[in-house]
């Protein structure tokens, strides 16, 4: 697993306004994801220059929230859904799955890293 990535999209989850996370956690990832790309912290953190684009060819099925693309080379690095799994294995070998809420237990899923948004302490932490 790429722990760069985890760290970048940890950052950006900790930076979100918890009141847009819990009304629309996806829009509200994107926008500090933009934030903190146009201060190029993903090129700081060795993970080059990134882009938040669909699939051109997706498979049937349900679709990942966001599919994170790297430019050089140009490669899907990760997959991001918000309290799904079912998606993200179809795309990437690097899904990950996002819990927004209070204290929630997660159930361990086989390959895919998980993270926890906790609303109430805003803070997002690997687990």
């Known amino acids: 697993m ?6 970048f999209a940890i950052e950006a989850l900790n930076v979100m306004h918890p009141r847009f996370a819990a009304a ?8 500090q994801f933009r934030r903190l790309w146009d201060k190029a912290l993903p090129v700081q953190m ?3 220059h990134l882009v938040i ?3 051109p060819n997706p498979p049937p099925g349900p679709a990942p929230d966001l599919l994170v693309w790297q430019l050089e080379p140009e490669r899907r690095l990760a997959a ?3 309290n799904t799994v079912e998606p993200l294995v179809a795309y990437v070998d690097y899904p990950v799955r996002v819990f927004i809420g209070y204290g929630i237990e997660l159930p361990p899923t086989a390959g895919i890293a ?3 948004y ?3 302490r805003r803070t997002a932490n690997r687990v």
Request: hydrophobic share 35%; no cysteine; aromatic share 14%.
């Open 46 to 48: 060795g993970l080059g």
């Open 24 to 31: 629309n956690p996806v829009h509200e990832f994107y926008h």
């Open 80 to 82: 991001v859904s918000f």
């Open 118 to 120: 906790d609303v109430e």
């Open 53 to 55: 684009q669909p699939e």
């Open 114 to 116: 998980r993270i926890h």
């Open 2 to 7: 790429n722990d760069a990535f985890l760290d």
